[in-house]
């Protein structure tokens, strides 16, 4: 911070944007090719341009705000005003999926039988699965919670240890929700029914897995020591992002699991 005399980041030239522009447009040309000729290789290839440039873009904002001290206070009040506009932009794309649904449900057409759930739809249990991963997300929401307040006392083994349990719980959410997909009596072809359940909950799976990324790298952070009780905004943003997946999950769950049904 020697060189200037102001307590911005002005961020260096970085390759990175570019490459992760080209991943998602292969990714996204992939995914065109796969739909139509069934081939998956060039959306394989997407992922990988996706995944390296993640590696060495949050590689190079580690070693900035770690070891290089350019996160200062000033540059973290901007990096948390960018995380809770982020959020508030998620929570409008969810408000998008919900309101199609309602306006779906609440006045069904005859085209579905003027009824809801439309005709010939057999909808799920909400109290099998769908309250297993209501369980499931809450508690990751307590041991996520517990993990931060133990950060902020300088216990490092119970971050660990209840990071890692906040983890675990994400994967055991997304393989249920694979084994509630892969068992579900409809497809997203079957009427305005399936077409909203699976936008959002499938939309809200994806964010789940994001989630469990985003705490998976804030945990290999933690074994290389890169948090202190004072100094740990990646952990912060990603605790903040878990509990509004809770949140979107519980406003899912009583409204397309139960009330829905």
């Given at each position: 911070m020697s060189t200037h005399n102001h307590p911005y980041h002005l961020v260096d030239y970085?390759?990175?944007?570019?490459?992760?522009?080209?991943?998602?447009?292969?990714?996204?040309?992939?995914l065109v090719n796969w739909f139509h000729n069934y081939n998956m290789n060039l959306m394989i290839l997407?992922?990988?341009?996706?995944?390296?440039?993640?590696?060495?873009?949050?590689?190079?904002?580690?070693?900035?705000?770690?070891?290089?001290?350019?996160?200062?206070i000033s540059v973290l009040k901007g990096l948390r005003w960018g995380m809770i506009l982020f959020i508030i932009s998620e929570i409008?794309?969810?408000?998008?999926?919900?309101?199609?649904f309602f306006h779906s449900s609440l006045s069904p057409n005859i085209e579905i039988g003027a009824m809801w759930p439309p005709m010939n739809i057999i909808p799920f249990n909400p109290f099998q699965i769908p309250l297993l991963n209501t369980i499931i997300l809450i508690t990751s929401g307590v041991t996520v919670t517990w993990a931060h307040h133990a950060l902020m006392e300088n216990n490092f083994s119970q971050t660990k240890q209840s990071l890692?349990?906040?983890?675990?719980?994400?994967?055991?959410?997304?393989?249920?929700?694979?084994?509630?997909?892969?068992?579900?009596?409809?497809?997203?072809?079957?009427?305005?029914y399936g077409s909203t359940f699976f936008m959002?909950?499938?939309?809200?799976?994806?964010?789940?897995?994001?989630?469990t990324i985003f705490l998976l790298t804030c945990f290999m952070r933690h074994l290389f020591n890169h948090f202190s009780n004072k100094h740990h905004f990646g952990f912060e943003a990603a605790a903040w992002y878990w509990h509004f997946v809770d949140v979107v999950w519980l406003f899912l769950y009583i409204s397309i699991y139960w009330w829905g049904n």
């Open positions: 970085s390759p990175w944007p570019l490459t992760g522009a080209i991943g998602t447009m292969t990714l996204v040309t992939g997407g992922y990988i341009i996706i995944i390296l440039t993640m590696y060495q873009w949050w590689r190079d904002i580690c070693r900035e705000g770690t070891f290089q001290g350019k996160h200062t409008f794309f969810f408000f998008s999926f919900f309101w199609a890692l349990i906040t983890i675990i719980l994400g994967i055991y959410f997304t393989i249920l929700q694979a084994y509630e997909y892969y068992e579900a009596p409809f497809t997203i072809a079957d009427s305005i959002a909950t499938g939309f809200h799976g994806l964010h789940v897995i994001i989630g």
